[in-house]
């Protein structure tokens, strides 16, 4: 037994004096290298997609989740774990949404849409709202109509994902106005209620989901968000009968806010404690399935850095911190609140790392940093990080959840993988674990462990 | 009327003009938003998946796939389109492969497994093959096994896929060589057949077909290939007992060679029409799929080529030459004919650019050049095709087809797409055109064309 303990640490002491001699490629290698043959990450995914699913803020799985995300960090190997409140949003979706519409005035024909209800909606009344409806391209179009064609009617808001963008999130930005502020703008001008064509690129039957904001000035009216493939069938339809009767019923609620929690385990720093890098994902999702994508990849990803981290027996000199963030969905409260502790206490967050933009092959990482440290980054460590083609480094951007952070830290960032499927999956019933591909998943892992190692390694003055 | 000429001839001109003006980089942005927002590569490939199908060289689909792919080239605006004549193998799968194992001697349970007969293969006798197993890791562990061992057995070659290989296609030409040369170097040693697992990273339940070879002085004895789920499961059930007794029945056949043809299509060059830019896919397919990711995504992407420098109004001042070759799987036939006559006429081939690799986002070209090539065309189009993140001129290679034009073509490359999902799909049943996504797919078009503009506009002489 002694000998065997002795033999591990020889085999340890032996391991690190390699890593130490070893050169960044080679360790850079080696994260790719444990992540694909170990799949962790995408075991981890598992449970958090099959033994909890959806886990929308406030929910009884919300709860689950942060339970289960507490051991995975342990299991992981993070030397500490803990929870820091959070109070939530909880809105509900309530029974199953209703649609329909009569494509000729007084025929007997109706036709059932599928829909659902956008987060934070407020409900129709219960017997749905019925009423004409009036088709706009986006919120531009609708600024420059006559108010009297909108009053009274529902405002089907039709605009498409502009194809031409290489980048989908490029497109998503563009079309998600409609949805975020689609119900304010028409209530504005009397609208009893509004249907967003779902955020995606390809024309299907999955309705998507998705926060909506109101303005506490205005009345709030129900939104709900329909399949592509009958916007395009609805659109159709309006350009025949433009008396076109729509119906759309929802039971959704907000009720009392709930304490929640974001859970956090890290590594402490062997020479620079106080110094931390944060990595993470957002642990809530929508509710209509189980968040694999969005964003159950990036929290299993940034706790498989720690595995890494701990399976090649690397000793950072920086605290390296996973924060699986409660509510980027619909609040952000998750995000705020941790940058809001993280003001006062005496660390100094030296880079904070999201993935959120879904598990697929990484090709690098967007960037809100100052001209010079982008620039310096760039000529420091793209040539290595291009070994592994994830060297993309000139888009800018870091995920929501660590924005907050923006005043305090100076190196904000996002994993940014392929983006071509994601908007296929994001915020619908299809974002399931059977969408994520384990290869895809485990190189984004190792992508995020590397840039953490060279931020670790160097500083940020590289 | 005539005024409608008119001014489409006077539109055309300004495009054109507009066009000379250009920069290089407005040009490849156009191939990209044009490709993705028109879509067209994915509704060819659509007509070759779902009114072809599976098109295996000798097969009347096969033929089929000619016809359509001629007017596909027509479609998209081609000057000239042709066929050239090749003899092709003609091998066929026969009635569905049986296979099933008993995994205790003597016991009444019998087990099922799904097997494919490899392309090639001669059959089992009508009763099929029963001996007892033996199984290997690969060809290294076979040679130094005791040659009685594996007489009148059946062997195993479950050597699995390299998971920490990056590039999945670094795993898959390792592992292949089981796959390619287990039956006749299995068959030196008295053995009575072979059971090769999949070709794929990861365990489930399909089958991967793909060729094997014979050596003519050894006797021929049949292969089938096992799901990479079914032999996990066998390889357990063999440790448990080494007498546990196999039997697989296949049927397959090789038929007379049949008359085929490569597909043949071009825009005429403007200023050194004998100096030819040649791009292509392979038109043949395995038989258990539509072939979709190989190699109907290479031949549409080919096509989509042409197609843009139609719609786009460039004219190239070399030809451009899309090859739709016939027979890769199982013989190269295509490939060879096409050298064999380039070879003979007073044409000049400059470059030969195939895409085989699957429909997925592209990184860049491998290129098969000499040293002073690569360093010349990465020193000169690596930045601008980095913007369009398809920079990735590092690896060597070219397809298959296009391989036998070596000693008369400077420039030899092949499309590098994300390989993460390829063998998921690769010679199964699950290669169908749902597996395709559209935008993926559309991209590799445009960075072929990309590619294309810049050998045509500067020479490989860059």
């Given at each position: 037994?002694?000998n065997?303990?002795?033999?591990l ?11 130490g ?27 958090l997609c ?8 406030g ?40 649609a329909?519409?009569?494509p ?6 109706i ?7 956008l ?6 009344p ?8 009036v088709e ?18 529902i ?9 031409s963008e ?17 119900a304010m703008?028409s ?23 998705g ?6 000035s ?6 709900v968000?329909?399949?592509t ?16 009767v ?7 609620q ?41 964003d159950?990849a ?13 399976t090649?027996?690397i000793?950072?000199?920086r ?6 963030f ?22 100094k ?34 040539s ?10 000139d ?14 830290c ?24 059977e ?19 060279l931020?670790?390694?160097?500083g940020?003055?590289p």
């Amino acid at each position: 037994m002694l000998n065997n303990i002795f033999s591990l640490i020889i085999l340890q002491s032996l391991i690190a004096f390699q890593l130490g001699a070893q050169s960044d490629s080679s360790v850079l290698s080696s994260f790719f290298k444990t992540a694909l043959t170990q799949d962790k990450a995408y075991a981890d995914l598992h449970d958090l997609c099959k033994k909890v699913g959806p886990r929308l803020s406030g929910s009884d799985n919300a709860a689950r989740a942060v339970l289960l995300t507490q051991q995975l960090l342990k299991n992981a190997g993070a030397d500490t774990v803990w929870l820091q409140d959070v109070m939530v949003p909880h809105w509900i979706r309530g029974g199953k949404e209703k649609a329909f519409y009569e494509p000729a005035s007084g025929s007997k024909t109706i036709l059932p849409v599928r829909v659902c209800a956008l987060g934070g909606s407020v409900p129709t009344p219960l017997a749905g709202i019925t009423a004409e409806m009036v088709e706009v391209q986006g919120l531009g179009e609708l600024s420059k109509m006559d108010p009297a064609a909108i009053r009274g009617r529902i405002v089907f808001y039709n605009g498409a994902f502009d194809q031409s963008e290489m980048e989908t999130f490029e497109a998503y930005s563009k079309a998600v106005q409609q949805r975020w502020g689609g119900a304010m703008e028409s209530a504005r001008y009397g609208a009893m209620g509004v249907v967003v064509r779902s955020m995606s690129q390809h024309v299907d039957e999955w309705p998507h989901t998705g926060s909506m904001g109101y303005n506490d000035s205005i009345v709030k009216i129900p939104a709900v968000a329909i399949s592509t493939a009958d916007a395009e069938n609805l659109s159709k339809a309006l350009k025949q009968n433009q008396h076109l009767v729509f119906t759309f019923k929802t039971s959704c609620q907000t009720l009392p806010d709930v304490r929640s929690a974001n859970v956090i385990g890290e590594i402490k720093g062997s020479e620079y404690p106080n110094e931390v890098i944060v990595i993470g994902g957002h642990l809530d999702s929508w509710d209509l399935a189980e968040g694999a994508q969005d964003d159950g990849a990036g929290v299993v990803q940034a706790i498989e850095v720690i595995r890494l981290y701990k399976t090649l027996g690397i000793k950072p000199k920086r605290t390296i911190r996973v924060v699986a963030f409660m509510n980027e969905e619909n609040g952000l409260r998750g995000g705020k609140e941790y940058a809001s502790q993280a003001a006062k206490g005496d660390e100094k967050h030296i880079a904070a790392i999201e993935s959120d933009a879904g598990g697929f092959t990484p090709r690098g990482f967007t960037l809100d940093v100052k001209p010079e440290l982008r620039v310096a980054i760039q000529k420091s460590w793209k040539s290595l990080l291009d070994k592994f083609e994830i060297g993309d480094l000139d888009n800018d951007g870091a995920g929501a959840d660590v924005s907050p952070l923006k005043d305090t830290c100076p190196l904000l960032a996002e994993l940014h993988p392929d983006s071509q499927r994601y908007f296929d999956f994001h915020h619908s019933a299809r974002d399931v674990f059977e969408n994520v591909n384990d290869r895809e998943l485990e190189m984004g892992a190792a992508a995020m462990a590397s840039f953490v190692y060279l931020i670790d390694r160097y500083g940020t003055n590289p």
